[in-house]
């Protein structure tokens, strides 16, 4: 018995079939791992959350500092070891200490936990070496600056002295760390350990007209562009996109960059809309 030979046109029939169903289901898959890599981002960002909170009920309800410890001697101030930033400082509320390779002994992104690196970006060890001087204040998750006193607003110089718990008057309302774009080193990292707030203004490289949480806040999901340069391309993230945002009280939710960025209310620590 014969079998009949398939013919040129069914032959294209199929693979235009085929060309169609790829069409139409490959934007899915994507948008499917794009979601779980958000999702995975989320949970980094709630445990990296939390540790920092285990850190504050060690250190009499007292957030840790963005860099190691300030103390002052006659009336000069210094900083005391570990000369650490705040993700080195909580690493024991994570896995444990962790050995630094960066300057004096800070740990470097590929030194941190994978929980620190959101899923979405790339850690690179040798340009956080060569372009960030071995500093470790890389981390896709910033703290704001309004808990840490950092940098403070123009009107005001940062005291480097973290904020109590108690000083937080709406925990539920206001934010302890989001998502950040790399805005301390190359543009390139998966994101820097400070988080500028709405209240900051200018310095820092901070485009006129806008403020430190445009900035630095990242911008990675559910966007239509994102930035990987401090020159060229876009210097602000796409106002519809979604950071993943850790609040004070302990839970977490994606914001949208715009929300983040035009209401202080998020960054206040006395719900007054004014700093800190």
């Known amino acids: 018995?014969?079998?009949?030979?398939?013919?040129?046109?069914e032959l294209l029939v199929v693979i235009a079939i085929i060309a169609l169903l790829a069409a139409l289901l490959?934007?899915?898959?994507?948008?499917?791992?794009?979601?779980?890599?958000?999702?995975?981002?989320?949970?980094n960002v709630r445990q990296v959350g939390q540790a920092v909170l285990m850190y504050a009920q060690d250190y009499d309800e007292v957030f840790c500092p963005y860099y190691s410890t300030l103390i002052?001697?006659?009336?000069?101030?210094?900083f005391v070891s570990p000369n650490q930033f705040w993700p080195q400082l909580v690493c024991p509320y994570v896995q444990g200490n962790v050995i630094g390779h960066g300057h004096l002994g800070q740990a470097l992104i590929?030194?941190?936990?994978?929980?620190?690196?959101?899923?979405?970006?790339?850690?690179?060890?040798?340009?956080?070496?060569?372009?960030?001087?071995?500093n470790g204040y890389i981390s896709s998750y910033g703290i704001s600056d309004d808990i840490v006193n950092w940098r403070g607003p123009d009107s005001h110089?940062?005291?480097?002295?973290?904020?109590?718990?108690?000083?937080?008057?709406?925990?539920?309302?206001?934010?302890?760390?989001?998502?950040?774009?790399d805005w301390l080193c190359n543009g390139k990292q998966p994101g820097a350990a400070l988080l500028l707030s709405y209240f900051d203004v200018s310095g820092s490289n901070i485009p006129s007209g806008s403020n430190g949480a445009w900035w630095t806040l990242a911008g990675r999901h559910s966007?239509?562009?994102?930035?990987n340069s401090l020159s060229g391309g876009p210097t602000l993230p796409d106002p519809k996109s979604t950071n993943n945002t850790f609040f004070c009280d302990g839970h977490v939710k994606a914001m949208h960059t715009s929300t983040l960025a035009t209401n202080g209310n998020y960054w206040s620590l006395g719900q007054n809309n004014q700093w800190p």
């Open 1 to 9: 018995m014969k079998h009949r030979a398939f013919t040129l046109i």
């Open 26 to 43: 490959f934007p899915v898959f994507a948008r499917a791992r794009e979601a779980a890599r958000a999702a995975a981002c989320l949970s």
């Open 72 to 78: 002052y001697i006659n009336n000069q101030s210094a």
């Open 110 to 134: 590929t030194d941190l936990p994978a929980i620190f690196t959101c899923p979405d970006t790339t850690p690179d060890k040798n340009s956080q070496l060569a372009d960030c001087a071995g």
């Open 157 to 181: 110089s940062g005291t480097h002295t973290p904020a109590s718990i108690a000083a937080v008057t709406a925990p539920a309302n206001t934010v302890l760390l989001a998502e950040t774009f």
């Open 223 to 227: 966007a239509s562009f994102v930035r």
